[in-house]
């Protein structure tokens, strides 16, 4: 029967992985446009937030994110960064809370939004990379005088990072840390679970499953009275020095 059940829940999992890939982009395509705005507005203050004069200005245009700063040739042209290859992740991120039980559950919701803020603060980390990135090694002579070997390492391999395996990781670590969280076997049982299970082991060590040792028991005077073997035991004992025995009447 298991190799039966096998093949239908992988079907079963991938079906919902596949629904949850489909309304995620379903959302994603009419808001990736706003989002993009909003993620070029936060990320365009905390850049100028750490610029003396602040320069950096991002705007968003169809499908890429445009930087600019005061000091570029007036005719050169304004570097696009690709838009959609930042937050695109979203989709898969969908796709993997709808894996769960029941997705549509309050407490579901509530951890999707949670991740969603999540991989919103990834993008903005991811965005800030890119422009450093820029500015570290695409301007020619000016990335080189305001810019080391270890900047331009440092933010130009951030960014590549973040384009090479940080998009795909990235909603996987926030699903996978958000799921252990909620999971009753999250770091160990649960405390219902492991109380329930001391209690049945206690059970198994008070109850003597060897009829020979129970017996034995009962002539030292470590086992309660029984009707085990027909005989009739009263509750009265007689000390024999340091041990106590059940008599029949």
Known sequence: MSGRQAPSS??????????????????????????????????ETVLRLTESPPVTHLAASPGEILLDRPDFPPAAPRPGLPAADLHFNFVLLVALFALGKKPWRDKSIAQFLLAAVL??????????????SVYATRLGPWSAAHYGAIGRNFWAGGFHFYQIAGRFAAPFAIWWLLSKRDSPNA?????STSRRRSEEN????????????????????????????????????????????????
Not at 187 to 191: A, D, F, I, L, V
């Open 187 to 191: 770091g160990g049982m649960s405390r």
């Open 10 to 43: 992988a079907w079963w999992m991938a079906g919902r992985l596949g629904a949850g890939f489909l309304v995620g982009l379903i959302v994603w395509i009419p808001f990736s446009t706003p989002y993009e705005r909003a993620l070029a507005g936060v990320v």
């Open 202 to 249: 206690g059970l198994r060590s008070a109850r003597p499953s060897d009829p020979q040792k129970l017996s034995i028991d009962r002539t030292r005077g470590l086992a309660p009275p029984s009707r085990d073997d027909g005989g009739v035991y009263n509750a009265g004992k007689r000390e024999l020095g340091f041990r106590s025995i059940w008599l029949p009447k």
């Open 119 to 132: 991989l919103s603060l990834v993008h903005v980390a991811a965005l800030i990379f890119e422009v450093r």
